[in-house]
């Protein structure tokens, strides 16, 4: 399975992007998915995960109430939407697939990762 993340960019502080994460080669439909992040010099973060139908959704506190993660599984794609983005939200994030049909908050419960899609909050 492949996973391309997109629509990562550079944005001020208060703005809004939103991230897509298309899979090929594997329908995601059975499958929990999830978004992680990494700073410069930080360890790989979880940021948001939903379960094979969207009926279980979950978030790091960091970005609860600011990021809302969806998926159209007819797509095979996974969305990140983040509104009132903050400078410590500049990160490399990925999307990654899960084993299980929930996903999990671990990078260990992912199999599959994107190749990262920057995102920069201007101060």
């Known amino acids: 399975v492949q996973l391309q993340a997109s629509g990562g960019g550079l944005v001020q502080a208060g703005g809004s992007l939103r991230l897509s994460c298309a899979a090929s080669g594997r329908a995601i439909s059975n499958y929990g998915m999830g978004w992680f992040r990494q700073a410069p010099g930080k360890e790989r973060e979880f940021v948001a995960g939903?379960?094979?139908?969207?009926?279980?959704?979950y978030y790091a506190d960091s970005v609860k109430g600011r990021f809302t993660i969806s998926r159209d599984n007819a797509k095979n794609t996974v969305y990140l939407q983040m509104n009132s983005l903050k400078p410590e939200d500049t990160a490399v994030y990925y999307c990654a697939i899960s084993g299980s049909t929930i996903g999990g908050r671990t990078s260990t419960d992912y199999g599959y990762w994107g190749q990262g899609t920057q995102v920069t909050v201007s101060s």
């Open positions: 939903i379960s094979w139908r969207g009926g279980i959704i």
